[in-house]
């Protein structure tokens, strides 16, 4: 038999994927799940036909070109992209996939954790009762805003803000949204469209970022688009932490023009902005969007079936270059 193709693997992944990519490949494992340099990910590629990087390899067009020649595709274990130069595999002719729509779920579930846990406080609540400084139950302590009627803006209508929409109707929210072109009636279901973000902004009670993180997508909650959200409006931030302009969102937050920010992703992760740490109207957690069992082996499966594609010849489901 041949030998199998080498795979280079550069995060720890979950058993079942891992044993999959064990079966069908001389997979190059990270056991101790260690972060790779630009330089290692290229040394440890040599020989290998492909890489399956997470978020966390900036695979720029310096490590790309790099890359030794038996490099055919980059399978990301990630629907976002931002990490990935596309236009620098494209020109190496390595095929670029990534992993839509089996994270979906997960992703919309934790923006809507973030915007039930930022509008009713729960941080500080929970934080109350495991450093024991719950004093007495009152009624006019640890007061959040009522969820339930408001208006929700989604910023970025793709699979994961549709999926947050509807289970924000769940909460009898009036839905608004902003998205590069308009979605027909079937799947609007409703939702109020806006063409430029800006005038979407004062109908957001609540606003949910959803789309990718693009050079036009860069700062793109300023301190200038805050000013146009309703007094006491919330932020929820599931996408990429560069959408958002840090100066901005920490000074609207110190001064109460914004009642809370729910943020699962940051600029800079892991060492985010520690301002945010010191504030007390936030809800903040360590980019946990797609961290559910189910789809973190879902998010694999579907990164090998696409690497199985093209090493098979065949078109991969979801090729971006
Ligand atoms: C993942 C994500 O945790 O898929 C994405 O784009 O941001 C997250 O769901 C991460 O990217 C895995 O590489």
Not at 103 to 127: K, N, P, Q, V, Y
Not at 246 to 275: K, M, Q, T, W
């Amino acid at each position: 038999m041949a030998d199998k193709p080498a795979v280079l693997v550069t995060r720890k992944l979950p058993d079942a994927v891992e044993a999959r990519l064990d079966r069908d490949y001389d997979a190059r494992l990270n056991a101790d799940d260690r972060l790779y340099s630009g330089e290692e990910l290229i040394e440890r590629s040599t020989g290998a036909v492909a890489v399956i990087p997470c978020h966390t390899e900036k695979l720029s067009a310096g490590v790309i070109e790099r890359l030794p020649e038996t490099v055919r595709a980059i399978c990301s274990f990630s629907v976002g992209y931002d990490h990935i130069d596309l236009n620098a595999a494209k020109a190496r002719g390595i095929v670029v996939t990534n992993t839509p729509d089996v994270l979906s779920d997960a992703t919309a579930e934790i923006a809507m954790l973030l915007l039930l846990g930022a509008a009713r406080r729960a941080f500080e609540g929970e934080r109350e009762i495991r450093t024991d400084t719950w004093a007495e139950w009152s009624a006019i302590h640890n007061l959040g805003i009522q969820v339930t009627g408001k208006r929700l803006g989604v910023v970025g209508m793709g699979r994961v803000g549709r999926i947050m929409a509807r289970r924000a109707r769940g909460f009898d929210m009036e839905i608004h949204y902003h998205n590069r072109r308009r979605l027909p009636p079937e799947v609007e279901e409703g939702a109020i469209f806006h063409e430029r973000v800006e005038d979407m902004l004062p109908h957001c009670d609540f606003l949910s970022i959803h789309c990718p993180a693009t050079p036009d997508t860069r700062h793109l909650l300023n301190a200038a688009r805050i000013a146009l959200l309703p007094e006491s409006a919330v932020v929820v931030n599931t996408s990429r932490g560069a959408v958002v302009d840090d100066d901005a969102l920490i000074a609207a937050l110190r001064s109460g023009r914004l009642f809370a920010a729910g943020l699962d992703v940051f600029n800079n992760e892991p060492h985010i902005d520690p301002r945010y740490r010191e504030l007390p109207n936030t809800f903040l957690l360590p980019h946990i969007g797609s961290a559910t069992r189910e789809t973190r082996d879902a998010m694999g499966f579907r990164a090998l079936d696409n690497l199985d594609a093209i090493v098979a010849g065949r078109e991969p489901r979801d090729r971006l270059v």
